[in-house]
């Protein structure tokens, strides 16, 4: 049996510059021949290589049951349909009225290239007689979200998304998620139910990625848009899903107030870069009575040509300790100061308020919150900025000169005193020092 890939989108729509010089090379007639042509359909296979799992889910046994010998359909890759050998007309579509395909077919598997959620209707004529028809609906039936993200922030944006995704569907839902994180999720969503891999044997599977570019399954370049929407994009959901309130499960470390910092990130160029700036803002919240305590993995971390290292006026909170662990210490905090990074996703989901020091993205792409410090009347934001790739290209504008990460470097230490001195008024906090 013969696998085929088919578009919901236009193919053509799929074309980048960068397949200008293939596009140039094909007839017009094999660029609308989704189905016939070697070209097409090797180009969206190498397009799949994006899924770790595309050739075992191109290949796995299709689970439901129609009641026509052969002919079986599932989601578990985005829609995935056998039509056995024989006289069979089918027609794809979505619950909107717009038709995806509709062809002739006989002794093929047929995959959608789309893997996100859509509500597909399925229609199957032998000769002119409907023999079988199938509207998606997730409704009690077994689905599995696959999280394929390993960053902290990454992974616990898209959680409140699932969470919704499984109230609103009703679905008997599981979900694979890092295990490093599973202790903590089950902490904000005690009905989640975890797997260790993906058999493709449910109703319905979701890739939960993101995606710089076009990628399937992911209907918007991650830069678009904020991080929380991603995965609501994916999953069908038209708005932000609600946060949940986290209980600690361990008393605060300590009576004394204290402040979380986190120095570091992914990569070295997301980091405050401004000389010393660390140390003038822990001296300036030890001044005020607080504890500090740097809560980063390592002490230090090296990469971009640069090594970050704990502020040496600041406690050694440092190791590597349990997600839940830091949870429940950053619970216990009266705020963090902070990069955009994982803990400061944790510390948002844990209700902390976060001065988060960022200039290298735009004020809306990660959570909302009040106390966030950037210089910009530099240059910054360019990791939202499509034409460059901040992630893989580094400085994409100013590399190699006196003005490379500029967007890090000249945030100063009043401009991150500041926005702690707004918090403590807004949040109403009183220092220890003026207690």
Not at 54 to 82: H, K, Q, S, W, Y
Request: include cysteine; proline fraction near 6%.
């Amino acid at each position: 049996m013969k696998t085929v890939t088919f578009c919901a989108r236009d193919f053509r729509d799929l074309l980048t510059y960068r397949d200008a010089s293939d596009r140039a090379a094909q007839p017009e007639a094999v660029m609308r021949d989704i189905l016939g042509s070697d070209y097409v359909q090797d180009f969206l296979y190498r397009k799949l290589h994006f899924y770790t799992d595309r050739d075992e889910a191109l290949t796995a046994p299709i689970v439901g049951e129609t009641g026509i010998d052969g002919l079986r359909l599932d989601f578990n890759f985005g829609l995935r349909l056998d039509v056995p050998s024989g006289n069979f007309r089918v027609k794809i579509g979505e619950v909107g009225g717009q038709t995806f395909l509709d062809e002739k077919l006989s002794d093929v598997r047929l995959v959608s290239y789309e893997k996100n959620f859509i509500r597909w209707t399925v229609e199957v004529f032998s000769g002119d007689e409907k023999i079988f028809a199938h509207t998606l609906d997730l409704e009690a039936q077994p689905v599995t979200i696959a999280v394929r993200l390993k960053a902290l922030g990454d992974v616990i944006s898209v959680l409140p998304a699932v969470a919704e995704f499984q109230r609103r569907h009703r679905c008997k839902l599981s979900i694979l998620l890092p295990k490093y994180l599973r202790e903590f999720a089950t902490c904000l969503y005690p009905e989640l139910t975890f797997v260790d891999a993906l058999n493709f044997d449910a109703y319905a599977t979701y890739f939960l990625t993101m995606c710089i570019g076009e990628c399937p399954g992911v209907p918007v370049d991650v830069r678009n848009m904020p991080m929380e929407l991603v995965a609501c994009r994916i999953l069908g959901l038209s708005n932000r899903a609600p946060k949940p309130k986290f209980k600690p499960t361990a008393p605060p470390v300590t009576n004394s107030p204290y402040v979380c910092i986190g120095v570091q990130a992914s990569l070295n160029r997301k980091c405050w870069l401004y000389p010393h700036g660390w140390d003038i803002v822990v001296d300036y919240l030890k001044s005020l009575g607080y504890r500090v305590f740097c809560i980063d993995k390592d002490s230090s971390e090296t990469s971009d040509g640069m090594t970050i290292r704990k502020p040496s006026n600041a406690e050694d909170f440092t190791g590597n300790f349990s997600i839940l662990h830091r949870a429940n210490m950053l619970h216990g905090a009266e705020f963090f100061v902070g990069l955009s990074s994982g803990l400061a996703w944790l510390a948002d989901a844990v209700n902390c308020p976060v001065v988060m020091i960022c200039g290298f993205s735009q004020d809306w792409f990660e959570f909302e919150t009040p106390w966030r410090v950037a210089n910009r009347l530099v240059c910054n934001g360019c990791l939202n900025d499509v034409r460059v790739d901040f992630v893989s290209e580094g400085c994409p504008y100013h590399a190699n000169t006196s003005r490379e990460f500029e967007c890090q470097r000249k945030i100063s230490p009043r401009q991150v005193i500041d926005a702690i001195e707004r918090l403590i008024v807004e949040r109403h906090l009183t220092p220890p020092a003026l207690r």
